[in-house]
């Protein structure tokens, strides 16, 4: 069993055409020593610049991936090979994340590696392996990729249960997804959430998208049994 999880809509893309020549974007493209198209898309830079953007609320921030991503990889789920990771951004672009990157924890660094992937497609190892690949693609084309055997997507406008109980859920099937918003207001599109077999809110509070994404994996280890299986270690039964 591997547990198929997706960031959705999330905050991640270049500058869009339609304000490359604002200045708050040329000013941040000269620092950067780069074409104002090649940058990644970040309020806390080009925030007046994004004003006049559509769904502007759900854009330019992409410390929420870089978070959400640092902590998912980081995890004994994703070290045994029980995890699948992908990212799909608000302009539908799917990211496929190998479980054995090494992300960037300085996020300057980060935006920098996205403006490399965005921009050539892919990002190799010294090896030749793929460590990060983007593709155009909707939600729908990634779930039909994936073909999960039960998809569950977290939201305010979903059912009220424990993370437990999703899990549970979870549990029971073969090839089980979870959607994340990788944005930080509002919700998700009608497409996404048609997408979803059940909607469901882990608090009455809305929760950074890395708060849900580790206990979704920490609740996942627990009902695997990982947490008592690594601390014996190999040679212990």
């Known amino acids: 069993m591997k547990l198929f999880l997706i960031l959705a809509e999330s905050s991640l893309e270049p500058v869009p055409d339609e304000i490359r020549d604002h200045p708050a974007v040329r000013k941040s493209a000269r620092r950067r020593g780069r074409d104002p198209g090649e940058l990644i898309l970040d309020r806390s830079l080009h925030h007046f610049a994004m004003r006049g953007l559509p769904n502007s609320g759900k854009r330019g921030r992409p410390d929420i991936v870089h978070m959400a991503l640092l902590g998912a990889l980081g995890t004994p789920l994703n070290w045994e090979g029980l995890l699948s990771i992908h990212v799909h951004t608000i302009g539908d672009m799917i990211i496929d994340v ?22 050539k497609g892919s990002i190799t190892s010294t090896s030749g392996e793929v460590l990060l690949r983007a593709r155009p693609g909707r939600m729908q084309d990634l779930l039909e990729a994936l073909n999960p055997s039960i998809v569950l997507a977290f939201t305010r406008a979903g059912s009220p249960r424990t993370m437990k109980d999703c899990v549970g859920e979870l549990m029971g099937r073969d090839r089980p997804a979870a959607i994340i918003g990788g944005f930080p207001h509002g919700g998700f599109s009608e497409g996404t959430l048609e997408l979803a077999d059940a909607l469901v809110r882990i608090d009455r509070e809305s929760l950074d998208a890395s708060v849900v994404v580790s206990r979704l994996i920490y609740e996942f280890e627990e009902a695997l049994g990982l947490p008592e299986r690594r601390v014996r270690g190999p040679d212990q039964t």
């Open 98 to 119: 190998n479980p054995g990157v090494r992300l960037p924890r300085n996020y300057n660094r980060f935006l920098g590696l996205m403006e490399q992937l965005f921009a």
